[in-house]
């Protein structure tokens, strides 16, 4: 049986499908698991991925168009963070897991760990 608080934070099935869309590309998955450890700007994802701006740029837009990050003006540089929203699904599973109500995503630990969980 759900409770009133599990149902509020489940997604409909046009939500899930949109974050599995955004999480289903090895490229955003991989900026994804790199801002669970820390919040970083374009220029830093771009030397991580080791792929052209104008293509990092792309895959923060998706990320950022399913509400799984959000990004944050610094003068000129823009810099990307897990949305609150996902932190909070973060916090509630002990930073073992992303549950959205209708799907669990599990990242390897070590990522986790090192995002201070």
């Known amino acids: 049986m759900t409770t009133r ?3 509020s934070r489940t997604l ?3 939500e899930c499908a949109g974050v599995m869309r955004a999480m289903g590309d090895a490229t955003r998955l991989h900026i994804l698991e790199s801002l669970l ?3 970083k700007c374009v220029s ?3 030397a991580e991925t080791r792929h052209t701006q104008p293509h990092v740029s792309h895959h923060l837009r998706i990320l950022r168009e399913a509400g799984l990050i959000e990004g944050i003006r610094e003068g000129k540089r823009i810099c990307y963070r897990i949305s609150p929203k996902i932190r909070m699904l973060l916090e509630e ?3 073992k897991a992303l549950d959205f109500g209708c799907c669990r995503i599990s990242f390897p630990g070590t990522v986790l760990e090192s995002s201070g969980r």
């Open 5 to 7: 608080s599990q149902t």
């Open 12 to 14: 409909s099935t046009g």
């Open 37 to 39: 450890a820390r919040e």
């Open 44 to 46: 830093d994802l771009v």
């Open 93 to 95: 599973r002990r930073g």
